[in-house]
C-alpha cells in the first residue's frame, strides 16, 4: 500500500508545493500518517499523544518548534492547540518557504476552528477516508476500507472492538465530558440500526434514557471525529412539500456490519439491513471519490410528504445534478428507476443525469430497456 494508492496522495502533494502548510483530518486508523510518511519520506515526524512529549510542548513550544528540520510531519496536533499560533508566526518570518509543515488530526472541527483562527491562507485542509474501492480491490461491504483490516480480515472483530474501546477513550474524552461510556458506545450500537434512515433524535434519546441535546452532542463528536455523515434533503422544491430531517450514515460499511453483529457474508445476505449498508456504502464512495479530489460533497437526498423518494442527489455545481438510487440487488428491474424518472419530469429545464447502482450481478439490459426514454443508466456497484 503506496501513498500511490490513494487518490488524495496527488492533492497532498501539489499542495504542498503551493501552501506553507498543510492539515490531513479524518478518522483514526484511516491512513493519514502512512499517506504523509509515503509523500513526505524524508520529513522528521513526531508523534503527539506522548505524555511527556505533549508536557514539554506545553511549558514551552516555540523552543519544541524552532529545535525542528523541515519539513515535519506532527501527528494528532489537535493534542497540542497552542501550536497552531505559534507556527503561524513562524510561516510569517519566511512566507516563501512552502511544505513545511504537514499536520495531521483526528476532531475536524476543533482543528478547523484553530486552523482558521491562526493560519487562515497558510494551510491547504484535506480529508481522508478509509480506502475506496476505486483505491483497493479488497475494499467490501462486510469488512469496509480501513487498512488494518484489509490487511488482516480473519482478525476484523478483533480489530474493530480494539478501535472503538481505543476511539471512546481517546476521541471522545478529549472532545467532550462524556462521564458513561458504556452509554456512549450503546449509542453508537443502537444509531448503527437507524443506518441509512431519518434522523429520529427523541426515538434514540428515549431507550438510551439521554436527552435530546444530549443526542445532538454525541452526534457531532461522530462527525467531527470522521466516523459519520450526516446528508442533509435536497433544498430546491420542484413543486412538493419537502421533509427536512436528515439521514445519517457511518463512513465505514465495516464498522456497521461490526456493530450490527454481522460478520461473514452468509449473514450479510440475509440481514434486513443489507440494503440500509449498500446505501450506506455508496453514500460513502460518493463522499471519498469527491473529498480525495478536493471536491465539496455536495450530497443530498430528496424526499416528500407525498411519499416521493430518491436516494441521493449530487449537486455538480452550475445547476448540474445527478440522481442516484442504491439498490442492494444483483439484478436491477425497470421499477428501480422509476422514482428518479418521477422527479426528473417535475425539472425539464435541468441538467441532471440518474443513475441506478446496484450490486454486482447480471447485466442490466431489461432496465436499461425500460427506462432508456428517461435518461436513467445502470451501473454496478461492488461485491460482497
Known amino acids: 500500500m503506496s501513498y500511490s494508492t490513494r487518490i488524495l496522495g496527488s492533492e497532498v502533494l501539489r499542495a504542498a508545493k503551493a501552501f506553507p502548510a498543510l492539515l490531513l483530518t479524518g478518522p483514526r486508523r484511516a491512513g493519514k500518517t502512512t499517506l504523509l510518511r509515503k509523500v513526505f519520506p524524508k520529513a522528521q515526524y513526531h508523534l503527539l499523544e506522548d505524555p511527556d512529549l505533549v508536557e514539554r510542548i506545553q511549558s514551552d513550544p516555540r523552543s519544541f518548534l524552532e529545535s525542528l528540520r523541515l519539513p515535519v510531519i506532527l501527528d494528532e496536533i489537535q493534542n497540542t492547540p497552542?501550536?497552531?499560533?505559534?507556527?503561524?508566526?513562524?510561516?510569517?518570518?519566511?512566507?516563501g518557504k512552502v511544505g513545511g509543515w504537514l499536520l495531521t488530526g483526528s476532531q475536524e472541527a476543533p482543528l478547523m476552528q484553530g486552523i482558521s483562527e491562526s493560519m487562515a491562507g497558510r494551510a491547504a485542509v484535506f480529508q481522508l477516508l478509509p480506502f475506496s474501492v476505486e483505491e483497493h480491490r479488497?475494499?467490501?461491504?462486510?469488512?469496509?476500507?480501513?487498512?488494518?483490516?484489509?490487511?488482516?480480515?480473519?482478525?476484523?472483530?478483533?480489530?474493530?472492538?480494539?478501535?472503538?474501546?481505543?476511539?471512546?477513550?481517546?476521541?471522545?474524552?478529549?472532545?467532550?465530558?462524556?462521564r458513561d461510556l458504556a452509554t456512549f458506545r450503546r449509542f453508537i450500537a443502537v444509531l448503527a440500526t437507524r443506518h441509512g434512515q431519518?434522523?429520529?433524535?427523541?426515538?434514540?434519546?428515549?431507550?438510551?434514557?439521554?436527552?435530546?441535546?444530549?443526542?445532538?452532542?454525541?452526534?457531532s463528536i461522530l462527525e467531527v471525529t470522521g466516523l459519520l455523515t450526516v446528508v442533509q434533503p435536497y433544498y430546491e422544491n420542484f413543486g412538493k412539500r419537502l421533509l427536512k430531517s436528515p439521514k445519517v450514515y457511518f463512513n465505514d460499511s465495516g464498522?456497521?456490519?461490526?456493530?450490527?453483529?454481522?460478520?461473514?457474508?452468509?449473514?450479510?445476505?440475509?440481514?434486513?439491513?443489507?440494503?440500509?449498508?449498500?446505501?450506506?456504502?455508496?453514500?460513502?464512495?460518493?463522499?471519498?471519490?469527491?473529498?480525495?479530489?478536493?471536491?465539496?460533497?455536495?450530497?443530498?437526498?430528496?424526499?416528500?410528504?407525498?411519499?416521493?423518494?430518491?436516494?441521493?442527489?449530487?449537486?455538480?455545481?452550475?445547476?448540474?445534478?445527478?440522481?442516484?438510487?442504491?439498490?442492494?440487488?444483483?439484478?436491477?428491474?425497470?421499477?428501480?428507476?422509476?422514482?428518479?424518472?418521477?422527479?426528473?419530469?417535475?425539472?425539464p429545464d435541468r441538467a441532471a443525469e440518474a443513475?441506478?447502482?446496484?450490486?454486482?450481478?447480471?447485466?442490466?439490459?431489461?432496465?436499461?430497456?425500460?427506462?432508456?426514454?428517461?435518461?436513467?443508466?445502470?451501473?454496478?456497484?461492488l461485491a460482497l
Not at 431519518?198 to 454525541?218: D, F, H, K, M
Not at 471536491?295 to 411519499?307: A, E, H, I, S, V
Open 198 to 219: 431519518l434522523l429520529n433524535r427523541s426515538e434514540l434519546a428515549a431507550p438510551l434514557g439521554i436527552t435530546v441535546p444530549t443526542i445532538n452532542q454525541w452526534l
Open 255 to 347: 464498522l456497521v456490519c461490526h456493530l450490527l453483529g454481522i460478520r461473514d457474508t452468509v449473514a450479510l445476505e440475509s440481514s434486513p439491513f443489507l440494503g440500509a449498508l449498500f446505501e450506506g456504502w455508496v453514500a460513502s464512495e460518493i463522499s471519498k471519490a469527491r473529498l480525495f479530489r478536493s471536491l465539496p460533497r455536495n450530497l443530498y437526498f430528496f424526499r416528500d410528504r407525498q411519499g416521493l423518494e430518491v436516494d441521493f442527489l449530487l449537486d455538480r455545481g452550475n445547476g448540474r445534478l445527478c440522481l442516484l438510487e442504491a439498490k442492494s440487488t444483483r439484478t436491477p428491474r425497470p421499477r428501480d428507476g422509476l422514482a428518479m424518472q418521477k422527479l426528473l419530469e417535475r425539472m
Open 138 to 178: 479488497k475494499v467490501s461491504l462486510l469488512h469496509g476500507g480501513y487498512p488494518e483490516v484489509l490487511q488482516q480480515p480473519d482478525t476484523a472483530d478483533l480489530w474493530f472492538n480494539s478501535y472503538l474501546q481505543t476511539y471512546l477513550e481517546r476521541d471522545v474524552r478529549a472532545l467532550t465530558n462524556v
Open 82 to 95: 497552542e501550536l497552531p499560533s505559534y507556527i503561524r508566526s513562524l510561516i510569517d518570518q519566511d512566507p
Open 355 to 381: 443513475f441506478v447502482i446496484h450490486r454486482v450481478g447480471n447485466e442490466p439490459e431489461a432496465l436499461t430497456e425500460g427506462v432508456r426514454h428517461a435518461g436513467i443508466h445502470c451501473i454496478p456497484g
